[in-house]
């Protein structure tokens, strides 16, 4: 698992698409500790400060080209993720949202590079971790772990169990 780090990006699954035209490995992690132009679905924007979790995922070839299908795959690791380590209960707001409390706590957005046919899948994943507050606008829709939780967790770790989980999930379905 490479893990390309950087301070601040525009949006990893931007930088995840250049790389992957340039010829990255599958399983190449692009995070970032900001985004200044995240989006989700429909390019809404998606609010990145410090603290969060930011990253997209080169995946393999695989036989599942279906881009519904991957981000609800990832949206189901996310949850099992933040159930497993925070006893919190998650629910899936099909297809992309994770939310707590009914205020979402990520967003993943898979898209595909089409040559004459699919050449990769990204899947870009934003996870409101650390953050302390959130802007007046976004206070009654969204939410962090940390607020939630009222400590800070460990990005490093949740990334890690994250990609292993999608890892595990792909390998099995792709049979």
């Given at each position: 698992?490479?893990?390309?780090?950087?301070?601040?990006?525009?949006?990893?699954?931007?930088?995840?698409?250049?790389?992957?035209?340039?010829?990255?490995?599958?399983?190449?992690?692009?995070?970032?500790?900001?985004?200044s132009a995240g989006y989700g679905k429909e390019?809404?924007?998606?609010?990145?400060?410090?603290?969060?979790?930011?990253?997209?995922?080169?995946?393999?070839?695989?036989?599942?080209?279906?881009?519904?299908?991957?981000?609800?795959?990832?949206?189901?690791?996310?949850?099992?993720?933040i159930k497993e380590n925070f006893s919190l209960e998650p629910l899936i707001k099909l297809p992309n949202d994770v939310r707590l409390k009914e205020k979402k706590v990520a967003g993943i957005l898979t898209e595909n590079i089409i040559g004459k046919e699919v050449k990769v899948s990204i899947i870009g994943i934003g996870l409101n971790t650390n953050i302390d507050r959130l802007p007046r606008d976004l206070e009654d829709i969204a939410t962090s772990l940390k607020i939630e939780l009222g400590k800070k967790v460990d990005n490093k770790k949740l990334l890690k169990e994250i990609v292993l989980g999608i890892k595990e999930q792909l390998k099995t379905i792709s049979q």
């Open positions: 698992m490479q893990i390309q780090k950087f301070k601040t990006l525009n949006s990893t699954n931007q930088k995840a698409k250049e790389l992957a035209r340039k010829g990255a490995e599958p399983w190449t992690i692009i995070l970032t500790e900001e985004q390019k809404v924007p998606w609010f990145s400060p410090k603290g969060g979790l930011y990253f997209s995922i080169i995946l393999p070839k695989s036989t599942i080209e279906d881009l519904q299908t991957l981000t609800v795959l990832a949206a189901f690791i996310v949850a099992k993720v």
